[in-house]
C-alpha cells in the first residue's frame, strides 16, 4: 500500500487560510469516505483534528475543516494562528488497512 | 480519563527483537480495537496493524508480515506488539492507537493515542 501524496510544506501568514491536499487512488480516498487528518507537533503524539472527510471531533476549533474531491482529500485552516504551526497528516481506511500520507509541515509566518 | 501508556525506550542489537506494551485505562479495553503506528526519525507516520483486543484478531499491513506479532492480555489491559529481526531502518517512536468506536462515528480513526515508545536499533 502506497503512501498518500501531499506538498512536503505550506505556508501562511497570521490570519490567512491555507489547505492541504491528500492525494491517493480509487482503493482509499476515493473509495471510502473515511478520511482523517491528524496534527503532531514536535515530539508529541499526533491528535485527531478531522474524521470521515469533514466531521470534527469536539473540542477541535471550527477553523478546521476537510473535504474531498475523488482521489483528493483537502484539509483547510482558515484564520491562521501561531499555534497551528505543526505537521498535518492524512491518513485513509483501505481494505482492512489503514495508510498515512506522507506529512506536510506546515508554517506560519 | 482515558489514557494509553507505552513502555519505555529501548535500544536494540540488529537482528534483536523488541516487544513494546501499551496498557489502556479509562474505557472497556475490549471494546475497542488498538492500532500500532511508527514514526521514523524525522518521518511520516506508517501504519503497521491492528488488533482486536476481544478476540485477539489481527491484521498487519503487508510490509510487516512475518515481522510483528501482536498480542493482548484483558487481565491487564495490556496490549503488546513485537517486532523480530530488527534493523537499523526499524529505529522509530512506536505508537498505540484506538480505534474509535462505531457508535461515537470515529470508528476509522485512532482517537487516543499513546506516549510513544522510542526503538533504536544500533550494534
Known amino acids: 500500500q502506497s503512501a498518500l501524496t501531499q506538498p512536503a510544506s505550506v505556508s501562511g501568514s497570521p490570519g490567512q487560510s491555507i489547505t492541504i491536499s491528500c492525494t491517493g487512488t480509487s482503493s482509499d480516498v476515493g473509495g471510502y469516505n473515511y478520511v482523517s487528518w491528524y496534527q503532531q507537533h514536535p515530539v508529541k503524539a499526533p491528535k485527531l483534528m478531522i474524521y470521515d472527510v469533514s466531521n470534527r471531533p469536539s473540542g477541535v476549533s471550527n477553523r478546521f475543516s476537510g473535504s474531498k474531491s475523488g482521489n483528493t482529500a483537502s484539509l483547510t485552516i482558515s484564520g491562521l494562528q501561531a499555534e497551528d504551526e505543526a505537521d498535518y497528516y492524512c491518513?485513509?481506511?483501505?481494505?482492512?488497512?489503514?495508510?498515512f500520507g506522507g506529512g506536510t509541515k506546515l508554517t506560519v509566518l | 480519563q482515558v489514557q494509553l501508556v507505552q513502555s519505555g525506550a529501548e535500544v536494540k542489537k540488529p537482528g534483536a527483537s523488541v516487544k513494546v506494551s501499551c496498557k489502556a485505562s479509562g474505557y472497556t479495553f475490549t471494546s475497542y480495537y488498538m492500532h500500532w503506528v511508527r514514526q521514523a526519525p524525522g518521518q511520516g507516520l506508517e501504519w503497521m496493524g491492528i488488533i482486536n483486543p476481544s478476540g485477539g484478531s489481527t491484521t498487519y499491513a503487508q510490509k510487516f508480515q512475518g515481522r510483528i506479532t501482536m498480542t493482548r492480555d484483558t487481565s491487564t489491559s495490556t496490549v503488546y506488539m513485537e517486532v523480530s529481526s530488527l534493523r537499523s531502518e526499524d529505529t522509530a517512536v512506536y505508537y498505540c492507537?484506538?480505534?474509535?468506536?462505531?457508535?461515537?462515528?470515529?470508528?476509522?480513526?485512532?482517537?487516543?493515542w499513546g506516549q510513544g515508545t522510542t526503538v533504536t536499533v544500533s550494534s
Open positions: 491518513s485513509s481506511y483501505t481494505s482492512s488497512n489503514w495508510v
Open positions: 492507537a484506538r480505534r474509535g468506536s462505531s457508535s461515537s462515528g470515529y470508528y476509522y480513526v485512532m482517537d487516543v
